[in-house]
């Protein structure tokens, strides 16, 4: 009789702390490890977009060195919220936290899941029941929830923000949604939505991306509304692949824009505009650069989904574009891990 594997341990890469830090006031990604290394690397960069005077620079300086310490401490820190708010929050929607339900969920998201699944599944297939949105940069779109599920987790989402309960930023360009897994909602929504359905569709569309091997995720919803954060600058996602499926309000404006991939230059000459449409989810690579026109009227509220897969990242960090430098870390971390021993058939040594 085999001994059961020990639960995995997922892990960060080390420049999380020093690489790929968002400063908005400038619309700048920048790496920070010392002073004298953010004059040398972005000292005209920073001067033309604003950054002129000593007081500029140093109220940034101390910007920075908070996000680091920040960011040090974030695994231990989310890991408290998570337990208090599982031991003193009362949901408004309960029914939420059970099991994921086909109820829950599209029928042409269904069809699509059941047909990746079945024998003789292609590619080719699977185009036939979604919507491409550009086949030369591979996103595509798709139904995900019905309409009962999106206003019932809207309803729990907001129940919970209106709450006294501690609160994480969903990542570092957002200030304002949920941390899902923070929340008791990775095990019984997030995690058989990857398991279970969107795997196989990944495997067909992103064989080449990992999407066979997904294996963690990082899952947050985004909130956009008057007052609080209107757009979102251009990025890429820490993930292998991403989805990203607009919940509701009403809402006008915010539609995601697309470039090419991070490593191409001028990826962002010409980039394509994608309106949201709730229910319906929006896939595409990590690291295809996007970001979110300023919002209009109402309010929109997004899940995204970061889908990681270990085989493909293991060998190269997708942040700092080197072999990554593990840190044990909470949760699936950044889903990246250690070389696991074998498990051991004890039976057999006896």
């Known amino acids: 009789m085999a001994t059961a594997a020990a639960p995995r341990r997922f892990c960060r890469c080390a420049c999380f702390c020093s690489e790929n830090l968002y400063v908005a006031r400038y619309g700048l990604h920048v790496r920070f490890r010392d002073e004298r290394q953010l004059r ?12 002129v005077s000593p007081k500029d620079f140093q109220q940034l300086l ?4 908070q996000e680091v310490e920040r960011r ?4 231990q820190e989310s ?35 059941e047909y990746s699944t079945s024998p003789g599944a292609d590619l080719e297939g699977l185009l036939q029941r979604l919507e491409t949105v550009s086949e030369e940069q591979r996103i595509y779109r798709l139904p995900v929830f019905t309409a009962p599920f999106c206003q019932a987790l809207l309803q729990e989402l907001e129940h919970f923000e209106q709450s006294d309960m501690p609160k994480g930023r969903p990542n570092t ?31 067909l ?13 990082r899952a947050f919803v985004v909130k956009y509304a008057p007052g609080q954060d209107r757009e979102l600058g ?18 006008t404006g ?73 840190v044990d870390d909470e949760g699936f971390g950044d889903g990246f891990t250690r070389e696991e021993p074998p498990t051991v058939d004890v039976c057999a040594l006896t």
């Open 173 to 203: 360009m957002n200030n304002y949604g949920v941390l899902l897994h923070e929340l008791g909602l990775d095990e019984p929504l997030v995690t058989p939505l990857r398991e279970h359905f969107l795997q196989p569709l990944m495997a």
């Open 254 to 326: 915010g539609a995601l824009y697309f470039g090419g991939l991070f490593q191409a230059p001028s990826a962002l000459t010409r980039p394509l505009e994608v309106e949201h449409v709730v229910g319906q989810g929006i896939l595409h690579r990590g690291g295809q650069l996007h970001g979110a026109r300023p919002l209009g009227t109402g309010e929109r509220w997004n899940l995204v989904v970061w889908l990681r897969a270990s085989a493909v990242r293991n060998h190269l960090c997708p942040m700092c574009g080197r072999k990554p430098d593990l």
């Open 234 to 251: 251009c990025h890429y996602d820490n993930a292998e692949l991403t989805i990203n499926v607009a919940l509701g309000k009403a809402f």
């Open 205 to 217: 569309l992103y064989p080449d991306c990992g999407g066979g091997w997904l294996d963690s995720h």
């Open 72 to 75: 040090q401490w974030l695994g």
């Open 40 to 51: 040398e690397d972005y000292g005209p960069i920073l001067r033309s977009r604003g950054c």
């Open 62 to 65: 101390e910007e920075l060195e």
């Open 79 to 113: 890991a408290a919220r998570k337990a208090l708010i599982a031991s003193s929050y009362c949901p408004a929607r309960p029914e939420i936290y059970n099991p994921l339900q086909d109820v829950a969920l599209a029928p042409e998201f269904l069809a699509a899941a």
